[in-house]
Structures are given as C-alpha cells and as structure tokens.
C-alpha cells in the first residue's frame, strides 16, 4: 500500500470536510439546551455541592460549545448562516474570546503551527535553548510566567480577560471594538449577579464554569502542541503537512471527556484539515492508516506534568526539554599538574 504524504494526505481528508447541516444544528443547539438546562440548576438549587455539580457541568458544556464556535470560525460547520452568525458572535462575546481577536490569531496559528520563531502568535510563546540563554533575567522571567501551569490553570485571567479581550482593544480600539464589549458586559452580568440574587449565585452560575472552562481551553491549547515529542522548525525547513502531523498532538480521551472536548483532541487530523468538521474527525482517522499512527498525550496526571515540564526547544537534541537540560555546561575544572 502507498502511503499518502504531503498534498495527497490532504486530499484524501477532503471527504471528510462535508458537513451535515442537520448535524451541526442538532450539535449547536442541543449543546445551548444543555447549558442553560446545567446554567439553571447553579442557579435555582439550594444545596451547595449540587450547585457545584452543575457549576462543573456548565463549564465543561462550555468547552464544547467553545469547540463548536471554533469550527464555525474556521467555516468547517454553518458557514453563511445568518442565524448562526449571531448566535456564534455572541457566544464568542460572552466566553471572552470575541470574533475579531480570536479568527485573526487562530488563523495565524494554523498558518504557522511550530514555525520556531512565529509559532507563540496565537499560541503560547517558545525559544531556543540559546535564545532563552541569551535573555535578560527579566525578558526569562516573562517566558517563564506566560507558560507556567498557574498561568495555564488560571486561563481565565490570563488568557481571555487579558490576553484575548484586554491587551487586543489596547493593541487596536477600533479593530477590536468587541473586545471592550466583552469585557464591559462580563463585568455587567458579575455586578448585576451579585447585586440581585447574591455572592453565592455569582460563584457557582459564572466564577465556577468559566475558571473550569477556561482552565481546560488553556491548556489543551497549550498540551497540543507542547508535548514531549513535539516538534518544531525553522521558517526554511517548516512544512504544513509535517507541522500539522509531527507538532500536534493526539490527546487520547475517554469517550465522555472526548464528547466535552468536541473530538478537539484528534488535533493533528484538525491541523491537517480545519474544515473537517469536530463529529467527523474520528471518521477520517479510522479511514485514513497514515492519520493512526499520531504523536499522543492524555489528560492523566503524569501526562499532564510532563507536559508542564518543558520550556524550551533544543535543537540539538530535536525536543522540548525543562529547566535541568536548559542550564548551560559547566566548564570541566582544570587540572593541576604536580
């Protein structure tokens, strides 16, 4: 059997980049049913661990309908639906991730995935081993910060209240206009929350749900493309199709996690081809062998923590490693003669 590389790979995917209209309405819309269904019940039980059960339960429908919105923007699913539109651009308002900063740097992303020197656009920031030897204290510390787990964990700060929403609109006003609008409307729906039905409804109905939301959207976005046997390249050697398969990660999933996370976890078959559309991804791996043999991670601790642990690329030994493997030699010590 030939194997498929390059333009042929993605021609044998473009099968699969066929929406089901009916599909991808009854995937919207049965999605927004259950996340109000779950929104409701932080809002209307009175017992507390029950409010956090469905404070955890909106979050994590947040992430799936994250994943919807994401497919939308890439045109893989409802492309030129009016109807559509508007649901998915207020959407994007109310989870802190507006239309206008997050197509331009998810675009960028995908035009650029693991090109060394371009990649941290639209994705988290990575150096050389000799580029971070050559930065100041400071310039380390910054690095260092943006790609710690806390910042990772709290992404809800991090990466949507400030860096999608804040640090756009400061960056261009008037390209970013619904940045703002996010954020003034975010800081709305908290102080009329607690103002009217109190500290506890403003915790469980919106604290909860977007820490966890946001949490699990940072790092996936982080851990497919920081994984141990990740790759990456210079602008001369970078290739698409070897980007999409060699520095994206296949993040295996149990099938109710893999049901939140809208199959985003088959992330090399998306890099591959962001017009299939989520619910068709493990379609075209099962058909395609060459799509099967994928780098994986998972969301088990130890994965997890191996994945936190590196910080740069060494091109030497063609890997991401962490802070013991980034520190220069030492110099071997002299020997005195007698």
Known sequence: ???????????????????????????????LLLLVIAFSGTVFFPNILVR?????????????????????????????????????TAFGIFVLAPPSIWKRSHDYHHAHNSKLFSASIGSYPIASKSKFLAMTPGERRIYLAIRHPATIIL????????????????????????????????????????????WQTWLFAIQVPFLIASAMGAYLFYAQHNFPTTTFSGKEDWKYVEAALESSSYMVMNPVMQWFTGNIGLHHIHHLNSRIPFYRLSEAMRAIPELQAA????????DVMACFRLKVWDPELNRMV?????????????????
């Not at 780098?295 to 130890?302: A, Q």
């Open 155 to 198: 992404g809800y700060f991090s990466m949507f209240l400030v860096g999608m929403c804040l640090s756009s609109f400061i960056s261009s006003p008037r390209r970013h206009l619904d940045s703002l609008l996010a954020l003034v409307l975010h800081a709305t729906l908290i102080s009329l929350t607690i103002t009217f039905a109190g």
């Open 52 to 88: 956090l059960v469905f404070g955890t339960l909106t979050g994590l429908l947040m992430v799936r309908m994250f994943i919807i919105y994401h497919d939308y923007q890439h045109h893989a699913i409802l492309h030129r639906s009016l109807p559509a539109n508007i649901i998915m």
């Open 1 to 31: 059997m030939t194997v498929r590389e390059g333009k042929n790979l993605i021609l044998a995917t473009k099968q699969f980049a066929q929406e089901n209209r009916a599909k991808s309405w009854f995937a919207l819309l049965s999605t």
């Open 295 to 302: 780098k994986t991670t998972s969301l088990r601790p130890k």
């Open 322 to 338: 962490g802070f013991k493997e980034i520190r220069a030699p030492k110099a071997a010590p002299a020997t005195v003669k007698a």
